[in-house]
């Protein structure tokens, strides 16, 4: 895989906004603010498993999030679809050093099994999860992501929190967004963006 056309690409993905690269001074701290500002509480995974969110799959990784819920009729197929053509570009890394989590929006109806069987029937493969848990929990996650709207009335209407994809390297504290309906070669490239083995072409490394 041509890595370097991906990040290329990824620097061309619409609403792409990332922070800037940490100096090394500010490596040594990058874990402990993305501890305070994530919330490390407890979901289920598709696969059965209870997990602190922070802890467990944030802390260190490379990630790259998207809210959807199951019987969305609307976009969220279309997006699941999409980002199983980005697990394929990623290949091997997907589980390894790169890994990808679906929240669902509506927990009170996505349990275990009603993700799972979504998993199966979008042929998700191992490195990618998706997720459920208290209503409490995953609002907490949802405005720590970013996937709210500041008017209330706006915020209720779930359909708005869908659309786009959280891409993050937590043990760098680089973040980005990008839509998860772009082309599956730009979300590559702005998840590669933001992974500090890569760098842009001319860029030269602080550390």
Not at 4 to 15: I, K, P, T, Y
Not at 166 to 181: C, Q, S, V
């Amino acid at each position: 895989m041509n890595y370097r056309r991906h990040v290329l690409a990824g620097l061309g993905a619409a609403s792409l906004c990332a922070v800037g690269l940490p100096t090394a001074a500010a490596n040594s701290t990058a874990k402990t603010r993305g501890a305070r500002r994530i919330p490390n509480v407890e979901l289920k995974t598709h696969t059965g498993a209870t997990v602190n969110f922070y802890d467990d799959l944030v802390r260190g990784k490379i990630v790259a999030i998207n809210m959807m819920y199951a019987d969305c009729d609307g976009i969220c197929p279309t997006m699941t679809y999409n980002l199983a053509r980005v697990q394929e570009r990623l290949g091997q890394r997907v589980g390894k050093d790169i890994f990808m989590y679906s929240i669902t929006i509506r927990p009170e109806i996505d349990t275990v099994q009603h993700l799972a069987e979504y998993a199966d029937m979008h042929g998700v493969n191992p490195g990618w999860l998706f997720l459920t848990g208290s209503r409490k929990n995953i609002d907490l996650v949802r405005y720590a992501l970013g996937f709210y709207d500041p008017d209330p009335s706006v915020d209720k209407q779930i359909n708005r929190h869908t659309g786009m994809v959280r891409i993050g390297n937590d043990a760098y504290d680089r973040w980005a967004m990008t839509p998860a309906l772009a082309r599956p070669e730009q979300i590559v490239g702005a998840i590669l963006h933001v992974d500090r083995k890569l760098p842009p072409s001319g860029v030269r490394r602080l550390a």
